[in-house]
C-alpha cells in the first residue's frame, strides 16, 4: 500500500508548545481529534505536561485538585520498592497489575491550521480538567460534527477510573458539557455523524477485569448521551498485529461499500498499528471485512522513538475524494499526517 507521509513531519512537538503551568515541561502534543471549521483544520491536540524535577531519582506526579482548581504534586522515589516505574507513562505498586498515578497530566488545545500541514496552537487550553472524575487529566479527544453541532468526547481519568466525557461546540468558544457518558472503565469512542435507521451508533472499548479483553463494541443511542443494547463488534487475534489490544481511532466515514473505521490495535509487546474494518451501512455492528496486516505502522525515526516508542495512533481522518488524511499521534509525542488511498485501503481488507 503507498502511504505518503508528509515533508513537514511531525507537525507538531512538544517543543512548539508553551507549557501552560509555571515549573512544567511539555512532553507531548498527540492523539488529536480532527475536524474542520470555517476552512481551516482543527487539531484539537492532547498536551502532555509534567513538573520538572530538580533530582535525578524522582519522578513526580501531578494532580488536579477539583476544591482549589489548582495542582498537587506527589513525589515518588525511584528506588522505592513499594513502586513500579518501568512504564515512563505511570506510576504502578510493586505486584500490580494496575497503575496508581500518571507521570503527566493532559488537557486539551486548539491547533489550527490553512492547509493541514503548518498549525498555530492556541495559548489557552480548550478544554481543561474540572472535576473529580477528571483529576489524573483527559486524553485522546475525538471530534464527530453533526449538523451544525461539533460533538467532544474523551478520556476522563481519576482514582476512580477511566470513563468517557463528552462536550459539545458549535464554535470552538462557547462549550456545553454534558458529562460522563459512558462509565468506568472505557475509553477509544467514536461516534458516527449521522444516524442509521434513527438511532445513533458509537464504537467504545471497555475493559474487562475477569474474562474478556480489551475489544471493540458498538451501542446505540437516541440522544448520543444514554447509550444502550452493546454488542460485542470485533476482538484482538492472537498472533497478529493486534493481539494485545484494540480500540476505536478516528471517527467512521461512510463510504461506497460501508462505513469505514480506523482503528488502532497493539500486539503484545505494545507496538501500536493501524488497521481498518468495514460495517454495512445500513446495520454497522455487521461486520464486512478486516485488515489482515496494518495499514500503518511504526516505521518512521519520529515513529519508533519517543516519550513511548512504536506508537501510530490515530483520533481522526479528513477524507478528499480518493484520499485519506490519516492525522496521528506518532511514538506518544508528537503529531503527524499521511495519506492513503481509499480505494488501496479497502482493496487491502479481507472480506468475511
Known amino acids: 500500500m503507498n502511504i505518503y507521509r508528509y515533508e513537514q513531519n ?3 512537538t512538544p517543543e512548539d508548545i508553551t507549557p501552560f503551568h ?4 511539555v512532553i507531548g ?5 480532527i475536524t474542520e471549521y470555517k476552512k481551516e483544520v482543527i487539531m484539537l491536540v492532547r498536551i502532555a505536561e509534567r513538573p520538572f524535577s530538580n533530582r535525578d531519582n524522582t519522578v513526580k506526579s501531578p494532580i488536579f485538585n477539583p476544591n482549589t482548581k489548582q495542582l498537587d504534586i506527589m513525589e515518588f522515589q525511584q528506588d522505592d520498592p513499594n513502586y ?39 495559548e489557552q487550553p480548550f478544554i481543561y480538567p ?3 472524575l477528571e483529576t489524573f487529566g483527559i486524553e485522546d479527544p475525538r471530534i464527530t460534527k453533526i449538523k451544525d453541532t461539533y460533538y467532544i468526547y474523551y478520556s476522563a481519568t481519576s482514582p476512580k477510573g477511566v470513563g468517557v466525557v463528552m462536550v459539545s461546540t458549535k464554535d470552538f468558544v462557547q462549550v456545553e458539557n454534558h458529562g460522563m457518558i459512558l462509565a468506568p472503565e472505557n475509553k ?25 479483553s480489551p475489544d471493540i463494541w458498538i451501542a446505540e443511542s437516541e440522544n448520543l448521551l444514554q447509550w444502550g443494547n452493546h454488542r460485542h463488534l470485533i476482538g484482538t487475534r492472537a498472533g497478529k498485529w493486534d493481539s494485545g489490544r484494540i480500540g476505536g481511532g478516528a471517527v467512521p466515514f461512510r463510504t461506497k461499500k ?35 496486516n496494518p495499514i500503518v505502522e511504526p516505521e518512521a525515526q519520529y515513529e519508533k522513538e519517543g516519550f513511548f516508542g512504536g506508537v501510530v495512533f490515530s483520533c481522526g481522518v479528513l477524507t478528499e475524494g480518493d484520499i485519506i488524511k490519516l492525522y496521528y499521534g506518532a511514538a506518544d509525542t508528537s503529531m503527524a499526517c499521511a495519506e492513503l488511498s481509499l480505494e488501496e485501503v479497502l482493496d487491502s481488507l479481507t472480506y468475511l
Open 188 to 212: 477509544d469512542v467514536a461516534i458516527f455523524p449521522e444516524k442509521i435507521n434513527g438511532k445513533y451508533y458509537a464504537l467504545h472499548r471497555p475493559v474487562p477485569n475477569s474474562n474478556g
Open 22 to 25: 509555571e515549573g512544567f515541561e
Open 10 to 12: 511531525p507537525l507538531l
Open 258 to 292: 460501508g462505513w469505514l473505521e480506523l482503528y488502532h490495535g497493539a500486539s503484545q509487546d505494545q507496538r501500536y498499528c493501524m488497521g481498518a474494518v468495514l460495517l454495512d451501512l445500513q446495520n454497522p455492528a455487521k461486520v464486512i471485512a478486516r485488515s489482515e
Open 130 to 132: 474540572a472535576n473529580e
Open 84 to 122: 513500579d516505574f518501568s512504564d515512563p507513562r505511570v506510576i504502578r505498586r510493586a505486584n500490580h497489575s494496575k497503575w496508581s498515578y500518571l507521570t503527566s497530566l493532559s488537557y486539551l488545545r486548539i491547533a489550527r491550521s490553512k492547509d493541514g500541514r503548518h498549525f498555530t496552537v492556541d
Open 29 to 33: 502534543a498527540f492523539n488529536a481529534g
